[in-house]
Every structure is written in C-alpha cells, then in structure tokens.
C-alpha cells in the first residue's frame, strides 16, 4: 500500500497537491523506544502511521511525563507539525512504542495544500478535533477520578490494546504514562494485589481480576 | 460597528458567503450570570462577543466545575458549536461573566461556508488551535503546580483583568474556577492572610502583596 491509501481526503485533491504531498512524504521506519518528534528538533511534521504504535506525551520541567494519546495504525498525528499553526502554544514529545513504519509530511509542504484546499483544511480540524478531545477526557480524569480508578483503568486499557492479560511494563512507565512518581504507582499496585486483582512479578503484571478492576474504574467498589 | 467588523476572515468570503453569515446571525445581550451555552441545550453556534465578559467551563458528574478559558471583546468561541465537528467528543458550558452582547452564527450555517472556504475553516483551525493551547496550559498547571501556586496565580489574573487589587468573588466561585471544593480555597486563602498578601473581607479578597503572590506563583517561596 502507498501513501495516498493512508490519507483519507486524497481524492479531494488536485493533481498538483497530490504531487505536492507525495513528493514531499518521507517513509522511515522507527525502532521501538525512538523519539520521533519533540526534544527541542523543531517541527517535525505530520505523520501518518503505516503499522506500529507512537506515543504522544508532555514533559514538566521536573522531567515528568503524562501520556496524551496513543496512535495505532492509520492514525495520523497533526500536533508533531504543530508549527503550521500560530495558535498551538504547546509542545508534545512522539516516541515509537513498538517498532512503527509511518510517513513524515513536512509541515511547509502540507500547510500550502491546507491553505489553498477547504476539504483538507476540515480534515485538519477533525484532526485537531479529536486529539483535543483525547486531552479534555485525560483532564477530567486527572481533575476529578481518583488515582486508583485511574490506575484500574490504564491496566485495563493496556490489556486491550496488547490483547493479554500479562503486561510487560515497569511501574515507572505506568507512572510516565499517567503523570504520577514511580512510588506511587507502586504502592497502589501492592493494594491492588492484595485485594487479588493483580499479580506482581519482575517487570511484568498480571491482571488476575479484571471484573474488580472494571467495578473500581467504575466507582463501584 | 456591525458583525463584520468582528469577524477576521470576512475580506475573504463570497458575497454569497458573507449573506449566509450575515443573514443568520443573531443579535443578543446577555445579563451576568446567564448560560449561554450548554446545560442539554444542544447546540448554539458559534459566539462572537460584542463587549462584555464570557466563562467556558466543565462539570463533573457531581457538579463541580473548573473554568477553561474566558472570551473578552472581539473573541469567538467555536466550542459552543463543537455539533459541527464529529470528533468534539465533550461539552463546555459558556456563561457571561458581565453583561454582555454578543452574535451567535447557527453551526449549521457556519458549517456549510466553512465546508466551502479554506479560508474560513483555517481560521477556524486557529480558532480551535488556541483553546486547545489553553486547555493544556490548564493541564499542566493541574498535574504539575500545587495548589498555592494556583491559586495565587489565579488571584494576580483576576486582579488584572479587574483592574483593581479588590475582588469582589466568594470562595466558592474561586473553587468553580480552579476545580477545587471550597473549604481547600479557604484553608489557603486564610494561610495567605497569614503571610500578609491578601486580606478577607465579606464578599471580598483584597490583595495586599502583589510581589510576595508572584513569587509563590513563580516558586521562589
């Protein structure tokens, strides 16, 4: 498959804009644990990602990390080419979180296709849209859920994703995902399995409940 | 001065454009205190404040709220219309603050010339582009920033926006702004009077070191 079967509005376009952006796109392949944009290199540009899994998060002076969103396949991150809007006044870090095959559009080439194409200007938006969103749902959990629920959550989030129930993460990644110090984390794991829901080992957790951790994300326990 | 002159983008527009905009637009006046927008409304459409003074804010299941962002004179609020975007997955509630006048522009109008104008829907890329820039100063500050340092901040804002060292607010609405109950904002505004910056009367925060509530801002102290 080829780029243009990765962007969705690319029938909309004129030949010169779909020469435009095809000319420009950059095919690479990123090595899990690679920061993809961020750390100070500028303005990236969009990626489209081919197959694979990136991470988008925010670092505090302090050097902690909260994790924003998650990109799968298909997906397509507009906030690494942040610099094509006055407007974004923030900064996030993508790094691949498994081994991930994406095109890089430069950010000139696919803000002078936006400017000049309303459909591909309203597929930004939509873009935009649904990453700020993402944004607003951690807000109110970070405001308003109490950090077992947010845990109980996360664990459950991950198993879906890795389609397992034995996780292969350390409680310090838990804790860049979710803005939290490793301790913390740890401690509430330890609660957690007491109550039975978990079962600790080296750099690997298993989920041994997940009906309880489902009831305390929902506020039920 | 008419709606016109209010709206950025309007050189750029078709008079075609300009009548579907213009012809649907809707004059009005809010008194302080009244909700614009939300509250199962549904959806308004786009606000573009005359003069005066507007609040958008969440609540959480149990009523609590925390304030995103205010919209002055000549703002627009394009969440309010968020119906016209699909991937808008949460509600903002939008109340006036002042007396204020305002135009509302039905979604659906704005969505058919945006739909057509690359101009239109890029500005309201930047439109949407500096509330989510807003939210996630937001974020950090409540991941990251104790609360004294919130709250301090939040005074100085208020005393800027104000004009005056004299605010006429209660506890509670400073809960609603910064998402905390109020007996929190209480217990730190009475440390506050403590350490000389602020004094409480009814009704009433008078701030009476401005450089001391700058430097717990900034964390010197």
Known sequence: MGFEDYFPVWDKLTPAQKNRLKGSAVKRTAKKGTVVHGGGRGCTGLLVVGHGQLRAYIISGEGREVTLYRLLDLDICVLSASCMMRSIQFEVTVEAEKDTSLWIIPAEAYREVMEESAEVANFTNELMAAR??????????????????????????????????????????????????????????????????????????????????????????
């Not at 996360?154 to 990644?173: M, N, P, V």
């Open 132 to 221: 700020f969103s993402e944004v607003m749902w951690l807000m109110e959990q970070v405001m308003w859920k109490s950090f077992d629920k947010r845990l109980a959550g996360f664990l459950l989030k991950e198993s879906a994703l890795e389609g397992g129930d034995a996780l292969r993460i350390t409680h310090e990644a838990i804790g860049n995902h979710l803005g939290n110090p490793r301790e913390v984390v740890t401690r509430m794991l330890r609660y957690f399995q007491g109550e039975g829901m978990v079962k600790l080992r080296r750099g690997m957790i298993e989920l041994t409940d997940k009906g309880k951790l489902q009831d305390i994300c929902q506020g039920k326990q």
